[in-house]
């Protein structure tokens, strides 16, 4: 691992938790650098793997499909953010979604056990504040997620969606982005219209 990637990874992580010198190079050493391209894919829904990765360069969407065939974008993940199979790995399930890279990207991973997992949490600190902070991160994103879907319209979640994802809106085929703000691209095209003729609605 370079000099830059070392910096990258203390500049990323460092807003989880204070993570020393030996503690990195540490980490470093199980870390591998593994080049994804647009619309390949990170996991599969079905995978058993425990892969964890940060996103050194790129973007990603998480995605499952639903009894009718239809995908359910659940998230985007872009570069200094984690993509793994949290929850089923801590659950030893099956993942039941899908993480595909939607530009070329690059990831520094590791495969780790469940034993690997608990003995980074019971190792130095600094891993366990890493790990409290960053699910705590993932539950508040959830939580408001949901409550957007619940409370606000279509309208609103696209302009709170513009202000956490700025200038991926080009980036991002406007079907993935409809998906997951929970309606069809002809909504969405219908909205981005009314935004561009009239400007967004005055708060």
Not at 61 to 69: E, F, K, N, P
Not at 108 to 131: M, V
Not at 132 to 159: G, H, M, P, W
Request: overall charge neutral; aromatic content about 14%; hydrophobic content about 35%.
């Amino acid at each position: 691992m370079t000099a830059d990637i070392k910096a990258f990874l203390f500049e990323k992580l460092g807003k989880y938790a204070d993570i020393p010198d030996e503690e990195m190079d540490m980490i470093i050493t199980k870390l591998r650098s593994k080049c994804i391209d647009k619309h390949d894919f990170f996991l599969r829904a079905g995978d058993s793997t425990s892969s964890l990765a940060f996103i050194y360069s790129g973007f990603f969407r998480v995605y499952c499909i639903d009894s009718s065939g239809n995908e359910k974008t659940l998230s985007f993940r872009r570069t200094g953010q984690f993509l793994s199979g949290y929850s089923p790995f801590l659950e030893k399930k099956e993942i039941w979604y899908s993480i595909q890279a939607l530009e070329d990207s690059e990831v520094l991973y590791t495969s780790a056990s469940f034993d690997d997992y608990r003995r980074a949490e019971k190792g130095h600190p600094c891993w366990n504040e890493l790990i409290k902070n960053y699910v705590t991160k993932l539950f508040i994103e959830k939580e408001q997620r949901e409550r957007s879907l619940l409370l606000d319209d279509a309208t609103t979640r696209y302009l709170r969606f513009l202000q956490d994802y700025p200038g991926y809106e080009e980036r991002i085929p406007q079907y993935h982005i409809a998906s997951y703000l929970g309606i069809t691209a002809v909504s969405l095209s219908r909205i981005r219209a009314t935004i561009k003729k009239s400007g967004p609605p005055r708060t």
